[in-house]
């Protein structure tokens, strides 16, 4: 029995669109989808004949141009609806803690006037008085690490 290598890639392209879709759906990240579309393209072109050494290069070489040009533009252009807040604005200023917040715990900082619930991600509990810096706003909660 003579190993057909054509056939061979034809199977490896379908395996390799299924499994890159697959992770793609999996991770939502918009990497895998490219790799994916490649292979569609590589499976037509061993469908229709084409030799083995052009399927594999434009298979990477078309997958590697989608991921590093359309990628950028589909992440911005799903990334629209994020709707912006002023307490975007927090973030990287520095706040007082009114309330001890222990290590991956909750408490309570003052940050332009107004308190606010903080959890503590840095590895060294925050004291009553001591500055905390806000690294991220996650619901009405900021995520703080001492300075």
Known sequence: M???WNAFFILLWFIII???A????STMDLTSVWFSIGAVISFILAIS???IAVQIVVFFVSSIILLLSVRPLAKRYFRTNIIGTNAD???GKIAV???AIEVEGRGEVKVEGKYWTAILSGSEPAEVDDRVEILAIEGNKLIVVKV
């Open 49 to 51: 004949g084409a030799h």
């Open 22 to 25: 697959f992770i793609e759906a």
């Open 97 to 99: 803690c009114t309330q």
């Open 89 to 91: 604005r927090l973030i």
């Open 18 to 20: 299924i499994v890159a």
């Open 2 to 4: 003579t190993l057909d």
